[in-house]
C-alpha cells in the first residue's frame, strides 16, 4: 500500500516553481498542477504498490479548529487560484494515473492516511508493507505502529535515525505526539507548555517514558518549570489532542476501489 499525503505534494511543488519568484499566478497554478502530476507519477513508479491513494486535505475548518480556534492561524491563507487547482488535479491522478484519491471535509488528509493504516492493519495485512509519501512529522508516529515513511523530496525514509536527530536521543516513534504536545508547534499553532523547550520535552520522555506517566508524575518535577508543568497541564492535554490523528474517518474506500489501475 501506497498513501501518499497529496496537499503535502501539491504545497511543496507549488512553492518552489520558479523559485519563489514572481510569476502570473494562473501560470505559477498551470506549471505547479504539471509538475504535481509528474512528481507524484515518479513516486508511484519508485514505491511499487498493489494499493495505493492519495489524501487531499478538504479545506476549510476542521476538528482541530472546534477544539482551538487559533489552530494553524499563523499559516497564510491559500490563494483562490491554489484552491481551484486542487479538484481537476485530483481528476488527472485518477485519470492518468489510475489512482484513487479522497478528500474528507472536517478532517485532515493526515486523518485519512492514519485510518487507512488502522483499516490496514486490523484486516490482518502486514503494516511494514505500508509506505507513507509525506514531508509531515506527525505521520512519523505511524511507525510505531510499523508502517514506512518517506520524505518524497527530501529522498530520505523517516526512521529510528531520523527521529532521534529530529527529536532528540532516546526519543522513540511513540513518543512523538508526546513530544509535540509538551514542545508544541508553531507551524500548526499548537500551544504545548510554554517554557518548555526541545531539551526539556525530551529529558522528560526519556525519564518518565509518556506524557501520561509524566502528568501522573508532576508533583516529582521541582523548580520554576514543575510549577509551569503543574499549571499547564490542560494546555499539553489540549495540545496532545491537536496533534493526535483520528483513525476511524469514513473515507468511503474500499480496497478493490484502492487497487493500482
Same mark, same amino acid.
Given at each position: 500500500?501506497?498513501?501518499?499525503?497529496?496537499? @503535502?505534494?501539491?504545497?511543496?511543488?507549488?512553492?518552489?516553481?520558479?523559485?519563489? $519568484?514572481?510569476?502570473?499566478?494562473?501560470?505559477?497554478?498551470?506549471? &505547479? @498542477?504539471?509538475? @504535481?502530476?509528474?512528481?507524484?507519477?515518479?513516486?508511484?513508479?519508485? %514505491?511499487?504498490? #498493489? %494499493?495505493?491513494?492519495? +489524501?487531499?486535505? $478538504?479545506?476549510?475548518?476542521?476538528?482541530? %479548529?472546534?477544539?482551538?480556534?487559533?489552530?494553524? $492561524?499563523?499559516?497564510?491563507?491559500?490563494?483562490?487560484?491554489?484552491?481551484?487547482?486542487?479538484?481537476?488535479?485530483?481528476?488527472? /491522478?485518477?485519470?492518468?494515473l489510475g489512482? %484513487?484519491?479522497?478528500?474528507?471535509?472536517?478532517?485532515?488528509?493526515?486523518?485519512?492516511?492514519? #485510518? /487507512?493504516?488502522?483499516?490496514?492493519?486490523?484486516?490482518? *495485512?502486514?503494516? &511494514?508493507?505500508? #509506505?507513507?509519501?509525506?514531508?509531515?512529522?506527525?505521520?512519523?508516529?505511524?511507525?510505531?505502529?510499523?508502517? *514506512?515513511?518517506?520524505?518524497?523530496?527530501?529522498a530520505e525514509? *523517516?526512521? &529510528?535515525?531520523?527521529?532521534?536527530?529530529?527529536?532528540?536521543a532516546?526519543?522513540?516513534?511513540?513518543?512523538?505526539?508526546?513530544?509535540l +504536545?509538551?514542545?508544541?508547534?508553531? /507551524?500548526?499553532?499548537?500551544?504545548? !507548555?510554554?517554557?518548555?523547550?526541545?531539551?526539556? +520535552? #525530551?529529558?522528560? !520522555?526519556?525519564?518518565?517514558?509518556?506524557?501520561? &506517566?509524566?502528568?501522573?508524575? $508532576?508533583?516529582?518535577?521541582?523548580?520554576?518549570?514543575?510549577?509551569?508543568?503543574?499549571?499547564?497541564?490542560?494546555?499539553?492535554?489540549?495540545?496532545? *489532542?491537536?496533534?493526535? !490523528?483520528?483513525?476511524?474517518?469514513?473515507?468511503?474506500?474500499?480496497?478493490?476501489?484502492?487497487?493500482?489501475?
Amino acid at each position: 500500500m501506497l498513501l501518499v499525503d497529496g496537499h @503535502s505534494v501539491v504545497r511543496r511543488v507549488y512553492e518552489a516553481v520558479n523559485g519563489g $519568484a514572481p510569476m502570473i499566478e494562473a501560470e505559477k497554478v498551470k506549471q &505547479a @498542477s504539471r509538475s @504535481s502530476l509528474q512528481s507524484l507519477r515518479r513516486a508511484f513508479d519508485e %514505491h511499487p504498490s #498493489t %494499493h495505493a491513494l492519495v +489524501a487531499f486535505d $478538504a479545506g476549510g475548518k476542521n476538528w482541530r %479548529h472546534a477544539l482551538y480556534p487559533e489552530y494553524k $492561524a499563523n499559516r497564510e491563507e491559500s490563494t483562490p487560484e491554489f484552491k481551484a487547482m486542487i479538484a481537476p488535479l485530483r481528476e488527472r /491522478v485518477e485519470g492518468v494515473l489510475g489512482v %484513487h484519491t479522497v478528500a474528507v471535509p472536517g478532517v485532515e488528509a493526515d486523518d485519512v492516511i492514519g #485510518t /487507512v493504516v488502522r483499516r490496514w492493519i486490523e484486516s490482518g *495485512r502486514d503494516p &511494514a508493507r505500508i #509506505t507513507i509519501l509525506s514531508g509531515d512529522k506527525d505521520l512519523v508516529w505511524l511507525t510505531a505502529h510499523r508502517a *514506512r515513511v518517506y520524505d518524497h523530496f527530501g529522498a530520505e525514509w *523517516r526512521g &529510528a535515525e531520523w527521529i532521534e536527530k529530529k527529536f532528540g536521543a532516546g526519543i522513540r516513534a511513540a513518543q512523538i505526539l508526546d513530544w509535540l +504536545a509538551l514542545n508544541g508547534d508553531k /507551524v500548526d499553532g499548537v500551544p504545548g !507548555l510554554k517554557g518548555c523547550g526541545k531539551v526539556t +520535552a #525530551t529529558r522528560w !520522555l526519556n525519564e518518565f517514558g509518556t506524557l501520561d &506517566a509524566l502528568i501522573e508524575r $508532576a508533583a516529582e518535577v521541582s523548580g520554576k518549570i514543575g510549577e509551569t508543568l503543574r499549571a499547564g497541564i490542560e494546555d499539553v492535554r489540549l495540545s496532545r *489532542r491537536l496533534v493526535s !490523528l483520528k483513525t476511524r474517518v469514513e473515507c468511503g474506500v474500499t480496497w478493490g476501489l484502492l487497487r493500482r489501475q
